[in-house]
């Protein structure tokens, strides 16, 4: 148990929907990245938040957004969802913002769209 | 920009035997390395990592890997492998310094499969 914890762990819905995604991070744990692995595109960062401020963006398309609240829990929102947007979605979280901090993963979030 | 290349897709063993999983990377910046383990439905978790120092480096279960500058390589090797080794493998870089802030870049992964 990593310490991450991430809700729900499965998620069905139909094009054109929108979900939220929820991530808490390991207690202590200022920076919460979040990943999604596909067949295709494998392993892909897309966005990263540290102490409730946006760090850094990966390939995240213009239909997801994201944040980080006060309590340091995040969420990731997708939005008019297409069928290729059906991923394992992965939240991380490390002590602080760099490289050197190991990333803590979560179990992550199955998204099936249909 | 950043890449890594897994240069195996999948590499079958017999149980006891040693193995090595490739990892190049290529960057035009300073980096750190990880080896990463997933096991089936399951997150991802750090197997070992690089930041400085000796080259060799040695994580949990057993596994080692070595940095090598010159060939912009960090090959993951255990001398004896077992039944619950059996996992997918990714190795991934991020930089040392400037404005990445951490995020991880990985390969394409490595299914390690091991029979009895």
């Known amino acids: 148990d990593s310490g991450v914890t991430q809700t729900p762990k499965h998620l069905i819905t139909a094009t054109g929907q929108r979900v939220t995604l929820r991530c808490s991070p390991r207690s202590g744990d200022l920076s919460v990245y979040w990943y999604q692995q596909s067949l295709d595109q494998g392993l892909q960062f897309l966005i990263q938040?540290?102490?409730?401020?946006?760090?850094a963006k990966g390939n995240i398309l213009e239909r997801f957004s994201a944040q980080q609240f006060p309590d340091l829990h995040s969420e990731l929102n997708l939005s008019s969802l297409e069928l290729g947007d059906s991923a394992l979605y992965f939240c991380?979280?490390?002590?602080?913002?760099?490289?050197?901090?190991?990333?803590?993963f979560g179990p992550g979030t199955r998204l099936t769209v249909t | 920009a950043q890449s890594v290349t897994q240069l195996d897709s999948q590499v079958p063993v017999f149980e006891e035997a040693p193995v090595e999983l490739r990892c190049n990377y290529s960057s035009s910046v300073s980096v750190y390395l990880f080896w990463y383990v997933q096991y089936p439905n399951q997150g991802l978790q750090l197997l070992l990592k690089y930041l400085s120092g000796s080259t060799l480096v040695k994580g949990i279960n057993g596994f080692e890997a070595e940095f090598n500058k010159s060939q912009t390589s960090f090959h993951l090797r255990k001398p004896s492998v077992h039944i619950s080794d059996t996992a997918e493998y990714f190795c991934?870089?991020?930089?040392?310094?400037?404005?990445?802030?951490?995020?991880?870049?990985f390969g394409q992964g490595t299914i390690l499969t091991v029979h009895p």
């Open positions: 991934a870089v991020s930089s040392a310094g400037g404005t990445s802030y951490g995020k991880l870049t």
């Open positions: 938040y540290y102490n409730g401020e946006e760090r």
């Open positions: 991380a979280s490390s002590r602080a913002s760099g490289g050197s901090y190991e990333q803590y």
